[in-house]
C-alpha cells in the first residue's frame, strides 16, 4: 500500500522560512517524478514544484519560483521542499505526490490520483 506522509508545517511569520520533507512506504520515491502541491482553503490544488525522477531536473510553479526549492535527501528517501521568503499567500496544505508532468512549470499527479497523504499544514502570518 502506497503511503506518503509529509511533515515540517508550521506557523511562521512574513518572510520566513521552513522545510518540508516527504517520505513514503510501499513507495521508493526516487523511481518517480515526485511533485509538491498545495490547497488552501476554497481554492483547487495546485502544483508548486516538481522534480524528475532520471535526472532531478525541477520545475516551479511561477508563484514560488526563485523562493522555493525542490530536493531530494536522506539518500534520495526523502523529497524536500525548502520554503523562504513565505508570504501569506502561500498558507495552505502542502502535499507530495507523484508527478505525470514535471517541466516547463507543468506539475500534476496521475489522473485519478487519490493516495493523497494528510498533508502538512503551513501558514503564513504575523
Known amino acids: 500500500q502506497v503511503q506518503l506522509v509529509e511533515s515540517g508545517g508550521g506557523l511562521v511569520q512574513p518572510g520566513g522560512s521552513l522545510k518540508l520533507s516527504c517520505a513514503g512506504s510501499?513507495?521508493?520515491?526516487?523511481?518517480?517524478?515526485m511533485g509538491w502541491y498545495r490547497q488552501a482553503p476554497g481554492k483547487q490544488r495546485e502544483g508548486v514544484a516538481c522534480i524528475s525522477s532520471s535526472t532531478d531536473e525541477t520545475t516551479y510553479a511561477d508563484a514560488v519560483k526563485g523562493r522555493f526549492t525542490i530536493f531530494r535527501d536522506n539518500a534520495d528517501t526523502t523529497v524536500s521542499l525548502q520554503l523562504n521568503s513565505l508570504k501569506p499567500e502561500d498558507t495552505a496544505v502542502y502535499y507530495c505526490?507523484?508527478?505525470?508532468?514535471?517541466?516547463?512549470?507543468?506539475?500534476?499527479?496521475?489522473?485519478?490520483?487519490?493516495?493523497w497523504g494528510q498533508g502538512t499544514q503551513v501558514t503564513v502570518s504575523s
Open positions: 505526490a507523484p508527478s505525470v508532468n514535471c517541466w516547463a512549470g507543468q506539475i500534476s499527479p496521475p489522473a485519478g490520483y487519490h493516495d
Open positions: 510501499g513507495f521508493t520515491l526516487n523511481n518517480f517524478a
